[in-house]
């Protein structure tokens, strides 16, 4: 499965962005997709994940409330909608895809996209 995302972005805080992913060489509609994130000399970090067909869904702390993940198994995309940005959500965004029901671990990812770079201002 290739994963790519794009959608990033500079942006004032309070303000929005939609990230994209698209999914080519697989059968989109079985994978769980994530959003991951890593910032300058962090870890990556779970951002955001979506079970095979969307009925489940699951955030972080930091952007629940914030963000919406969705997903469009007939485009083979999936989404992250980001309200209310703030400086701290700046980082590299990385989509994957990995088990049916979707997880918050990163080693439970198979495939990876290359990250989408958001960037809030104050």
């Known amino acids: 499965v290739q994963l790519q995302a794009f959608g990033g972005g500079l942006v004032q805080a309070g303000g929005s962005l939609r990230l994209s992913c698209g999914a080519s060489?697989?059968?989109?509609?079985?994978?769980?997709m994530g959003w991951f994130r890593q910032a300058p000399a962090k870890e990556r970090e779970f951002v955001a994940a979506?079970?095979?067909?969307?009925?489940?869904?699951y955030y972080s702390d930091s952007v629940k409330g914030r963000f919406t993940i969705s997903r469009d198994n007939a485009k083979s995309t999936v989404y992250l909608d980001m309200n209310s940005l703030k400086p701290e959500d700046t980082a590299a965004y990385y989509c994957?895809?990995?088990?049916?029901?979707?997880?918050?671990?990163?080693?439970?990812?198979?495939?990876w996209g290359q990250g989408t770079l958001v960037t809030v201002s104050s």
């Open positions: 060489g697989g059968i989109f509609r079985t994978y769980g």
């Open positions: 994957a895809a990995g088990m049916a029901y979707g997880s918050t671990r990163s080693n439970e990812y198979n495939y």
């Open positions: 979506i079970s095979w067909s969307g009925a489940m869904s």
